[in-house]
C-alpha cells in the first residue's frame, strides 16, 4: 500500500449530496475483475460521468479539462453512504484519487479508503463550501493535505485542521494495510498455531479423502 | 475457582491470539469456507499485493451461489448470462491459482457452503468457522464459533493470515422450553424469536440457543435455528454441543477417528456453558405456545402464526414501525385485516441453506405425497449428498408426481444470483431466510416459512395451515 504523507494536487469540487457506494461503483461492475489495466477506474461515479450511449457529459466537472488530473475531491455530505460494497474504494483509487475532503463520509466506504491508502478527511460543511467556491473560482488549482500536521491548506492559503485516529494515521503515514499489521505478529501466530495444531490433532483440513 | 463461562467464551478465548488496544481481538480461524459472491475482489487484490494463503488446507472453496440448478449436464453452456458463468469461472480460477481445495459445481459433494460443511464434518464442536457469508452461524449449531466475514478486506486478511480480527459482542441466551405442537417446526421457532425480538434485537450478541425443545431437536433444526441468526442481527448463534452432535459427527468423513476421537470427544465434553453462567442477556419461549409462522412483510420480522392477518398500520402507534408497515404492504402489494390463508401465490421454492436438508425435503414430501400442487415451483436439496439420500427414499418421485420441478443443488432462488428468480409481481412462497423487498428478483413478493407450510401452500395455491390442509 501505497503511504500518504503531503499531498498537493488538483482538487475537483463535487457539489452532489448522498453519493452512495451504488453510484461510485454501479452494481454491473460487481461481477467483474479487478486487474492491472482492466481495474475499477471505468466504473467509478460512471453513470455520473457518461451518458446512456456512454459518451462522457460535457457538464459533468470531472470531465472538464482543468481536472483531468484532479488527485482529491471536495465531495458533499454522506459520500460514500449505502452498501457496504468494498469494490466502491477500489473505484476511487483505480480512477487515480488519493484523498477524499468532505462534510461527512459513509463509515464503513471510510474504513475502506483508509484500508487502501485514501485518506477522507472530514471539514465541516462551511469549511467545505468555502473550499467548493474557492475551486470553482480557478479550475485547476492544487491544495495541500498534510496528514503528519493533520491540515488541509485551502487555496487561499488558508489552514483548515482536522482530527483523524492515531491508529489511522499510523496505517496511511506508514502504508501498511490490516495484513502487515497482523503480519507484525507473525511469529505469535505461528506458535500459537502449532500449540492448537498439537493439542486438537484431529482438527480438520480439507485435503481429500 | 474458575468463572464460570458460556460455550461462545469458552471457543473465543481459546482462539485469541492477541487483544489490540482498540478493543479488537485477532483470533485464530480454524477453518473458512469461500464462496463465488464478492470473492473474487479479495483473490484479485491478493494478487495485485503478490500475497499468497498461509494455510490452504485449512480453506475450502464452495461454488453455490451462482450455479444453475437445471442444465448442469450441459456445463457452461447451460449458462447463458456471461456475466453468471464469469463468476463461477473466477472462483476455480481463484482457488486454483491460490491452492486451494475446492469443491466446484462436477464435484460429487458439490452443494450449499452451510449444508455441507456440517453434512461432511468440518464444522466441529470448539471450532473457529468464518465465511463470507451473512448465513455462516449455520454452522455453530455443532457446537463451533461461526462468524461471517466480508467478502473483500476480511476473508483477504484470513487467507493471507489465518486469522481475523473482532470484536467480542457480548453473550445472550435464548431458551425454548418444552415441546413443540405438531407442525411447529424450527423454522417457525426462529421466525417467531425474530418477530419477538426484532431484526435488530439480538444485534451485537453471540446467541446460545438452549433449553428442552433445543435438546430434542436434530441437527437439522438446529441448524435451520442457527441459520437465521442474522435475521435477529446476531452475526454468531450456536448450540452447545451434546449426544446429538455428537451421533450427527460420528458419521461424518472429517471428522476424528480412533484415538482422536475419543480425545476430541473428551475435550468437546467441556464446551457446553457451565451451569450457573451470567449471560448479558436472556429471552424464553415456551415452545407449546408456537405456532406454524408466515411471514407477511419485507423484513424478517414481519411475521404471524398462519391463522393471523395482515396488520393494520393505522393501529401501529410507534412511527417507525407504523411506516415500515405501509411500505411493506404497498410492496406486497396486500391490504390490512386479510386473514393471511386468503393471500393467494403464484409459485414456491423449497431449498436455501436454511431449509433444504433432508429432514427439510421429508417434511416437504410428507405433505406433498399423493396430492397435486396448484402452483409451479422448484426444489433444490442442499446438497448433492441430500439429492442421493432423497432420490434413495423416493422423495424427488413425489415432488415429481404432485407437479414441482426437481433440481440440482445450490443458493438457487433464495436469492437469484445464479439467474433463478421469482418474476416482477410474482408471489412467492418460500423455505427461505429472507423476504427484503427484491430479495427473490425484483418485485418478486417472498412468504417465508417452513417447508411442510410452503408445500401445503402449494396445494392450496395460496398460504395454508398444514394442519388443515385438505
Redesign the interface.
Known sequence: MQPFTVLTAVAAPLEFPNIDTGMILPGRYMRRHRRPGHDYGEAFLYDLRFDEGGKPRADFILNEPAYRDAKILATDRDFGCGSSREGAAFAVLDYGLRALVGPSFGEIFQVNCIQNGILAVSLGESVVHELWRQLRARPGVEITIDLPDKVVVAPDGKRHRFDISPLRKERLLRGVDDIDVTLEYLEKIERFEMARRTKQPWLPTAVRK | MRKARTLFEKIWSEHE??LS??GET?L?V??NLINEG?S??AF??L???G?QSR?P????AVTDHYLPTINRNLGTAGMPNA??R??VE?LDENSRDFGL?HIGWFDSDQGIAHVIAPEL??A?P??LITCNDSHTATNGACGALAAPI????QL??VI????V?LKKPKTMRISIDGRLPEAVTAKDVILSIIHQIGVGGATGYAVEYTGSAIQAMSMEGRLTICNMSIEAGARIGMVGPDDTTYQFLSKR????VGE??E??MA?WKGLPSDADTHFDRELQLDAARLAPMVTWGTSPEDSSPVDGIVPDPSRVGDQDRRRHIERALEYMKLVPATPLEQIKIDRVFIGSCTNSRIEDLRAAADVLRGRRVTVPGIVSPGSSAVKRQAEAEGLDRIFVDAGLEWRDSGCSMCNGSNGELVSPGERCASTTNRNYEGRQGRGALTHIMSPAMVAAAAVAGHLADVRRLK
Open positions: 491470539i492477541i488496544p482498540q485477532l485464530y480454524d477453518f464478492q473474487f475482489l484479485d487484490q494478487r495485485l499485493e500475497r494455510r488446507e485449512q480453506h475450502l456475466e453468471i464469469r463468476v473466477m481445495p464434518g468440518f466441529q470448539g471450532m466480508g467478502g473483500g478486506n483477504r486478511h493471507a493470515t489465518q486469522t480480527w468423513r472429517y471428522a476424528p482422536h476421537w480425545t476430541a475435550y
